[in-house]
């Protein structure tokens, strides 16, 4: 779902791992578009679908927080982020 998304806008998907209460993305995407909307974009379109197709879902309020954190990737190489969030999956 997510990287249907992402394809839509032109982004790239390095690296994604989910886990029970939160998912890691590590994305390159062009400048014109704004961490906030990329977000807002990925958010929106996962839980309209997640509620389309689990109809227990419409009860709820809303499937994600407004929060999420960003951070640039400008003196980390894209290695170690990648491997960081694939790593994300064996913690715990």
């Avoid at 890691?24 to 704004?34: G, I, K, Q, R």
């Amino acid at each position: 779902m997510v990287h249907e998304i992402c394809e839509s806008l032109k982004i790239k998907v390095v690296a994604l791992e989910c886990d029970k209460d939160h998912a890691h993305l590590f994305l390159n995407a062009l400048p014109t578009l704004s961490p906030a909307n990329i977000m807002a974009k990925i958010k929106g379109v996962t839980s309209k679908q997640l509620r389309e197709e689990f109809p227990h879902l419409q009860h709820l309020p809303s499937l994600w927080t407004r929060s999420y954190f960003v951070s640039t990737a400008g003196n980390v190489s894209s290695q170690t982020i990648k491997r960081y969030v694939e790593q994300q999956k064996t913690r715990g």
